[in-house]
């Protein structure tokens, strides 16, 4: 939100529909205001761009990352970026596998994903960038409150004399 509006998240330039996993973001930029509606996706309320990893064909880079959590949640992350021609061409691959529980019974999520991109240059200051994602998502979620009993909170509330019956307008009303 900017002064109060709704921005949008866009991933590359391009409105992303979702949510938006961050294993292959590089970078992250804002733009709001004038700049938004100009540059970005069209929303007053401002944009956060999200720019996806791409392929370096200076050096070869590895990474992994690989995290353990509650409820029997882990995830892991590879990347990897590999020069075929010196200064020219390169390659990077990311992949994502996920698995998390709840500490609610019957409730998981298992998240898979892998993005390739590549990068061939023609000159210093002219390149071409490739990239392809996809990222799937599956599971069992719950709500993101938990349940609801008014009918106990009300109980509790009239045995407490905090709620009484008011009989010239038919209706209970709290003190």
Do not use: C
Not at 10 to 31: C, H, K, M, P, Q
Not at 40 to 52: E, F, I, P, S
């Amino acid at each position: 939100r900017t002064r109060g509006l709704v921005g949008s998240v866009s991933l590359d330039g391009f409105r992303s529909a979702g949510r938006t996993d961050i294993y292959n973001v590089e970078s992250v930029g804002s733009g709001r205001g004038p700049n938004a509606i100009l540059f970005g996706t069209g929303t007053a309320g401002g944009v956060l761009n999200m720019r996806t990893k791409s392929a370096n064909p200076v050096r070869h880079a590895s990474t992994f990352e690989f995290r353990l959590g509650e409820n029997a949640s882990r995830r892991g992350v590879l990347d990897v970026n590999r020069v075929l021609l010196k200064d020219r061409l390169a390659v990077r691959t990311v992949g994502l596998l996920e698995e998390s529980g709840s500490h609610q019974p019957h409730l998981y999520t298992r998240k898979k994903g892998a993005t390739v991109a590549a990068q061939y240059r023609f000159a210093k200051d002219t390149s071409v960038n490739a990239s392809f994602e996809d990222t799937r998502t599956r599971g069992v979620s719950g709500r993101k409150w938990p349940q609801l009993d008014s009918v106990t909170l009300f109980l509790q509330e009239l045995g407490a004399g905090r709620v009484v019956w008011d009989a010239a307008q038919e209706r209970y009303e709290t003190l």
